[in-house]
């Protein structure tokens, strides 16, 4: 199925209804969307210097991509769990080893994905060719944010890039991943529909009566980049602001929050007391669990800032999303128009969406 977004919004519909609702369609995004894209896999804090060896799957159940992250004396490299011989899959732990061994039939491979011994191959011609090494991932590091990509269709500077020039300044090897603020959650609507209200701040004066107190909504503003977004929440009030630098090009306002969109599943809230990062897991058309992971920097600035109460705000969005998950399905109901003043990043995703689908 293909879906055209037309590129002048004044012109534009949105997705239609079926995007949301077609098991084939979400299925066909794993590959189409998910594989061609970069996704944040933890800070380096998170991977602890006493191990050298730590697996990871990209969506379990979606995407489905056994990674594994090892620490060699070059630095972190970021390589496929899977067996070579017959696609075993390698670690299923943390720990520290010396060496790589599959447990099925002991093919060794070295921290850097060289395979090293096979047994009960010394006579195979040919052997060892390049595909029987360990496939290995492009591994991206932001400031102790690690971020990874089974085929990128983008090189990851294009995100990079905006997050040095906004948010660089701050001072990132401070941030520490703060478990009891981070949380996950259950919500019953599609993946994309989560991005599509993230993605607006025209909502806020009418589910989140709190966060629309702290923010100044009329100046509230939305930058497009090409494969990722930015609403700036400028304050109303006491709230706590960024101290920026002169020479940022945001000097002189009132920055509450910079709200990052990394496509196609990931926001990245700045805040003046750390980062909240929210990652959407897709597990069906209408399941998605959204990972809330808080890196905190300044205790001190979290009682009168945006973000405080994450909770909260959560619970508001997961209401209206899901309602609107529901609303989907009306006969009645094909696809909206878009406000040309207010959802520019809502457009923006959709176009994307139908760039990689088709």
Same mark, same amino acid.
């Given at each position: 199925?293909?879906?055209?977004?037309?590129?002048?919004?004044?012109?534009?519909?949105?997705?239609?209804?079926?995007?949301?609702?077609?098991?084939? +369609?979400?299925? /066909?995004?794993?590959?189409?969307?998910?594989?061609?894209?970069?996704?944040?896999? #933890?800070?380096?804090?998170?991977? !602890?210097?006493?191990?050298?060896?730590?697996?990871?799957?990209?969506?379990?159940?979606?995407?489905?991509?056994?990674?594994?992250l090892t620490?060699?004396?070059?630095?972190?490299?970021?390589?496929?769990?899977?067996?070579?011989?017959?696609?075993?899959?390698?670690?299923?732990?943390?720990?520290?080893?010396?060496?790589?061994?599959?447990?099925?039939?002991?093919?060794?491979?070295?921290?850097?994905?060289?395979?090293?011994?096979?047994?009960?191959?010394?006579?195979?011609?040919d052997f !060892?060719?390049?595909?029987?090494?360990?496939?290995?991932?492009?591994? $991206?590091?932001?400031?102790?944010?690690?971020?990874?990509? !089974?085929?990128?269709?983008?090189?990851?500077?294009?995100?990079?890039?905006?997050?040095?020039?906004?948010? #660089?300044?701050?001072?990132?090897?401070?941030? /520490?991943?703060?478990?009891?603020?981070?949380?996950?959650?259950?919500?019953?609507?599609?993946?994309?529909?989560?991005?599509?209200?993230?993605?607006? #701040?025209?909502?806020?004066?009418?589910?989140?009566?709190?966060l629309n107190?702290?923010?100044?909504?009329?100046?509230?503003?939305?930058?497009?980049?090409?494969?990722?977004?930015?609403?700036? #929440?400028?304050?109303?009030?006491?709230?706590?602001?960024?101290?920026?630098?002169?020479?940022?090009?945001?000097?002189?306002?009132?920055?509450?929050?910079?709200?990052?969109?990394?496509?196609?599943?990931?926001?990245?809230?700045?805040?003046?007391?750390?980062?909240?990062?929210?990652?959407?897991? !897709?597990? @069906?058309?209408?399941?998605?669990?959204?990972?809330?992971?808080?890196?905190?920097?300044?205790?001190?600035?979290?009682?009168?800032?945006?973000?405080?109460?994450?909770?909260? +705000?959560?619970?508001?969005?997961?209401?209206?999303?899901?309602? +609107?998950?529901?609303?989907?399905?009306?006969?009645?109901?094909?696809? @909206?128009?878009?406000?040309?003043?207010? $959802?520019?990043?809502?457009?923006?995703?959709?176009?994307?969406?139908?760039?990689?689908?088709?």
């Open positions: 199925m293909a879906y055209s977004i037309h590129e002048n919004i004044k012109q534009a519909s949105t997705m239609p209804a079926d995007f949301y609702l077609d098991s084939e +369609v979400f299925t /066909r995004s794993a590959e189409s969307i998910f594989a061609r894209s970069w996704h944040f896999i #933890g800070q380096s804090a998170e991977y !602890p210097a006493t191990l050298n060896a730590f697996p990871h799957t990209l969506y379990p159940g979606f995407l489905e991509e056994p990674i594994l620490r060699t004396p070059e630095g972190m490299r970021c390589l496929s769990n899977v067996c070579t011989h017959r696609g075993n899959l390698l670690m299923a732990d943390a720990g520290k080893h010396r060496q790589i061994v599959c447990g099925y039939h002991g093919r060794r491979f070295s921290l850097e994905g060289q395979m090293t011994h096979m047994p009960e191959f010394g006579e195979v011609e !060892p060719a390049a595909c029987d090494h360990l496939a290995q991932y492009p591994l $991206e590091n932001w400031n102790g944010f690690y971020f990874t990509s !089974p085929q990128p269709a983008f090189p990851f500077s294009e995100i990079a890039e905006v997050l040095d020039h906004k948010v #660089g300044f701050l001072p990132w090897e401070e941030f /520490r991943f703060d478990a009891t603020r981070s949380r996950d959650y259950l919500v019953k609507a599609h993946w994309a529909l989560y991005c599509d209200n993230y993605l607006e #701040g025209f909502h806020i004066p009418f589910v989140h009566p709190d107190a702290l923010l100044d909504f009329g100046s509230y503003y939305t930058e497009l980049y090409p494969y990722l977004n930015l609403q700036v #929440g400028l304050a109303d009030g006491a709230t706590e602001v960024f101290e920026l630098p002169r020479d940022h090009e945001d000097y002189g306002k009132q920055v509450a929050a910079y709200y990052f969109w990394i496509f196609p599943n990931q926001m990245w809230n700045v805040y003046p007391w750390g980062l909240s990062v929210n990652v959407l897991q !897709p597990l @069906g058309p209408a399941r998605t669990k959204v990972s809330f992971l808080s890196y905190v920097w300044d205790e001190s600035k979290l009682a009168e800032s945006a973000g405080a109460d994450l909770d909260k +705000v959560e619970r508001e969005d997961e209401a209206v999303v899901e309602a +609107v998950q529901r609303g989907l399905r009306s006969r009645h109901y094909t696809r @909206g128009r878009y406000s040309p003043t207010r $959802e520019q990043g809502v457009h923006h995703f959709h176009r994307l969406l139908s760039q990689f689908l088709d």
